[in-house]
């Protein structure tokens, strides 16, 4: 039962890897910032659909939301299509009288494999024409280069400052009223270039190494 003295805040998981998304991660990053004593939480998880609509109790999730927050994976410059197929619902949802909340501040967080944050332009565009497209309040992104390499490293000290300086802005910006406009955050990795290479290619051998190996299981009939 959601508390109504509370602000209600939607995250928005964009990527179909799950449990194994960066973006998850990413989402928690930010989601343990803001306490559940002053917030209701909802947590939606794009699917691979092919015909069917999301359903209706997801959308409301959205609607509901004083909060919007999509955390997702760069895909050729753009949008993962499964969470495209979500907005258009959710456009679609709205435009045939179903109410919601038109002064819900919406977020983004976009990770990518380059090393260069500036490549998610195309993907803040397309989310920045959503939300005008709906009179919702865009407030800014937090754009991450190398995003996987940032998970893997994130303990490590030093090397996520101006990552943790943008979830505080975040979470400033959310419990702040003021409407001054904001830039976006491009964080680039601080993990020299040919380190990146080798990381790289060392999880993309040992990704190729478990896909060779995997057996699937026979299933009786």
Same mark, same amino acid.
């Given at each position: 039962?959601?508390?109504?003295?509370? =602000?209600?805040?939607?995250?928005?998981?964009?990527?179909?890897?799950?449990?194994? @998304?960066?973006?998850?991660?990413? $989402?928690?990053?930010?989601?343990?910032?803001?306490?559940? #004593?002053?917030?209701?939480?909802?947590?939606?998880?794009? =699917?691979?659909?092919? =015909?069917?609509?999301?359903?209706?109790?997801? $959308?409301?999730?959205? +609607?509901?939301?004083?909060?919007?927050?999509?955390?997702?994976?760069?895909?050729?410059? %753009?949008?993962? %299509?499964?969470? !495209?197929?979500?907005?258009?619902?959710?456009?679609?949802?709205?435009?045939?009288?179903?109410?919601?909340?038109?002064? @819900? =501040?919406?977020?983004?967080?976009?990770?990518?494999?380059?090393? &260069?944050?500036?490549?998610?332009?195309? +993907?803040? &565009?397309? !989310?920045?024409?959503?939300?005008?497209?709906?009179?919702?309040?865009? &407030?800014? @992104?937090?754009?991450?280069? #190398?995003?996987?390499?940032?998970?893997?490293?994130?303990? @490590?000290?030093?090397?996520?400052?101006?990552?943790?300086? /943008?979830? /505080?802005?975040?979470?400033?910006?959310?419990?702040?009223?003021?409407?001054?406009?904001?830039?976006?955050?491009?964080?680039?990795?601080?993990?020299? +270039?040919?380190?990146?290479?080798?990381?790289?290619?060392?999880?993309?051998?040992? %990704?190729?190494?478990?896909?060779?190996?995997?057996?699937?299981?026979?299933?009786?009939?």
């Amino acid at each position: 039962m959601l508390d109504e003295d509370k =602000k209600s805040i939607c995250f928005v998981n964009g990527s179909l890897r799950g449990k194994k @998304a960066s973006s998850l991660e990413f $989402l928690k990053d930010v989601e343990l910032r803001l306490p559940d #004593t002053e917030y209701n939480k909802t947590f939606l998880t794009v =699917k691979a659909k092919s =015909k069917e609509s999301y359903p209706e109790n997801m $959308l409301k999730g959205i +609607a509901c939301a004083d909060t919007i927050v999509f955390v997702f994976p760069l895909h050729n410059y %753009g949008l993962p %299509g499964a969470l !495209m197929r979500l907005l258009e619902d959710y456009y679609q949802y709205i435009e045939v009288g179903n109410k919601y909340n038109k002064a @819900a =501040k919406v977020y983004m967080i976009v990770n990518c494999g380059s090393a &260069r944050p500036e490549i998610n332009e195309e +993907a803040i &565009r397309v !989310m920045k024409n959503f939300s005008r497209r709906l009179s919702l309040n865009w &407030r800014f @992104a937090i754009c991450i280069g #190398t995003g996987p390499v940032v998970v893997i490293t994130k303990k @490590a000290p030093f090397l996520d400052l101006k990552l943790k300086r /943008a979830y /505080a802005e975040m979470v400033s910006d959310i419990k702040s009223s003021s409407s001054e406009k904001k830039d976006n955050y491009l964080i680039k990795p601080l993990i020299p +270039a040919p380190i990146l290479t080798r990381i790289k290619n060392y999880y993309e051998r040992k %990704g190729q190494m478990i896909q060779k190996n995997h057996k699937p299981q026979q299933t009786k009939e």
